[in-house]
């Protein structure tokens, strides 16, 4: 048990890495509402988009128009990170004021090239420029790794190279690195050992751990990494996106759960329950299907919001 109980970050993901795996489009009015109402639950971390070509991610395309569209205020104050693969990606970022990115690879070869089309040495080799060209500009950089508990081409990943490719982000100017379970089949132990080992190379506090529900064990390994003194974590509201190697399975983990479980041992997220519903119930109108969050679900009874996503704000 950490000896302090401290503040818990939890990063939004869910208008990015929700979102571009959903398999309908959202309308960008409606993204930029979205990712006010969670602003306005309290998430001062907020994954808005990615910079990445439309033809690959179409879910995406807009991401230049959504981060224009919202409040001056809101990119003074809040952190609004957005994905960049690359030079291209960080110009058009940089041509609508992104004042944070992050830079994303997996520790899978076959992943990476599958994903991303580049082995691990030359996706790092792309950011090169990019982590250069934003220390000049002084924009913050946050990295992302995949398969960071498993992969599902490969199967079991290496703890090794987890640690080779967080040095090089690292050395990139990455002010955080979020450890992504990509598949869901991380689980209490494995993160146990993993965070052990992260944490004897890195502060704690440069790291973020990504997890996926798939196999239900997400809040699980949330509470095993927190009992090594993790306190980030990246959720999505409601559970947004589903598995994209799972037809059918859960991916991020809910938001809601982890809000639940830190409320519940009295640790302050600074995000509030019933301005966080709201949010999720907006966007989930828009899907037109129900939050697969256990909490989600309970709090909208609880609150007695409906659950089906008619009478949504905003909509
Ligand atoms: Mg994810």
């Known amino acids: 048990m950490n000896p302090n109980k401290m503040n818990i970050r939890i990063v939004e993901v869910g208008a990015r890495d929700g979102l571009q795996n959903e398999k309908k489009v959202i309308a960008s009015a409606d993204k930029i509402q979205f990712i006010k109402l969670l602003i306005e639950a309290g998430l001062s971390t907020v994954e808005v988009g990615s910079f990445v070509r439309a033809d690959k991610i179409p879910q995406m395309k807009d991401t230049a128009q959504v981060y224009a569209g919202l409040p001056d205020e809101f990119k003074k104050k809040y952190s609004l990170p957005c994905l960049v693969p690359n030079m291209k990606g960080f110009d058009s970022a940089m041509s609508v004021g992104v004042r944070e990115i992050a830079l994303f690879t997996s520790i899978s070869e076959s992943f990476n090239e599958k994903n991303i089309g580049a082995s691990i040495e030359e996706s790092l080799e792309r950011f090169r420029p990019v982590a250069l060209a934003a220390m000049k500009k002084e924009i913050k950089i ?174």
Request: with cysteine; proline share 3%.
């Open 142 to 315: 946050r990295g992302y790794i995949s398969t960071a508990f498993g992969c599902p081409y490969e199967g079991e990943t290496s703890l090794d190279t987890l640690k080779k490719v967080a040095n090089r982000l690292f050395d990139y100017g990455v002010y955080e690195i979020s450890f992504g379970d990509t598949i869901g089949v991380a689980h209490p132990e494995q993160v146990k050992t993993v965070v052990q080992e992260l944490k004897r190379h890195f502060d704690l506090y440069q790291l973020t751990m990504h997890f996926h529900d798939t196999y239900g064990l997400a809040m699980a390994n949330i509470y095993a990494a927190y009992e090594e003194g993790i306190l980030s974590f990246d959720a999505s509201a409601g559970g947004l996106g589903g598995c994209p190697f799972a037809q059918g399975a859960t991916g991020n983990v809910a938001t809601e759960d982890v809000l639940h479980l830190f409320m519940k041992m009295g640790l302050s997220t600074g995000v509030d329950m019933q301005k966080l519903l709201l949010a999720s119930q907006f966007i989930f109108g828009k899907l037109k299907r129900t939050s697969p969050s256990k909490a989600h679900q309970a709090y909208a009874n609880k609150y007695s919001l409906k659950a089906k996503g008619q009478a949504c704000p905003g909509s």
